[in-house]
């Protein structure tokens, strides 16, 4: 494809203006929401392989030089949004020198974008088993024996492994280094396609001037 064709390609979004009026005060609120209609959405096409839960997950190291990767989000609440992975990566060798990390979903059949930046820290341990326990016996496996993000210089002996321990029948443990975060936002963004270009975007901050904890709202430029 030339530069040309690529300088054409542009879609027209949904009429679907998001409106500080009609969104909920509670940013987790108004995250349900979108997330429940993405997941509708997807279930409405079934042909469509995207993941609802599917999140760009943006690290640094403590120099400021980023990274980013997708991760797949697997619970919220009014604590944070948690998602797995191996803490000796790249992820989390970045996190553990700088911690403030940021989400983005790109939910494109409602052209719609979601921002959340926060501080990650690691769950608890049994709250890891918890959901480790769960996986599927070939993902256990692929987790207990990865050294995510590390040389692999012949893929073979990988998976030869994982073979052999699913075939030993034994019980796949979590390894210490395997395990949740759960990121703490203190910034959320919601962004809607709109016609001719006029995209709305509402920005959630936190306000930690209160005891309480208080979200600021506000409209912002598209
Ligand atoms: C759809 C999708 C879902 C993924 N989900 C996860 C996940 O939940 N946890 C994870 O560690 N890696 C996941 N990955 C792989 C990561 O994108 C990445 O390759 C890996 O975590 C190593 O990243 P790092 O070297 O930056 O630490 C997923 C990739 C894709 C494309």
Known sequence: MNRTELHKMRKEYSPNPLDIKNISPDPFTQFGLWFTEACQQLNANPSELSEANAMVLSTATKDGIPSSRVVLLKSFSPDGFVFFTNYNSRKGEEISENNMVSLLFFWHNNMRQLRIEGAAVKISQAESDLYFNSR???????????????????????????????????????????????VNPHYFEFWQGGLRRSHDRIAYSINTTNIEIQWDIQRLYP
């Open 136 to 182: 599927p016996r070939e993902s256990q496996a692929s987790s207990a024996l990865s050294l995510q993000s590390k040389s692999l210089a012949n893929k073979q002996i990988f998976d030869d492994d994982i073979k052999e321990l699913l075939e030993s029948g034994q019980t796949i443990y979590r390894p210490e280094n395997w395990g949740g975060y759960i």
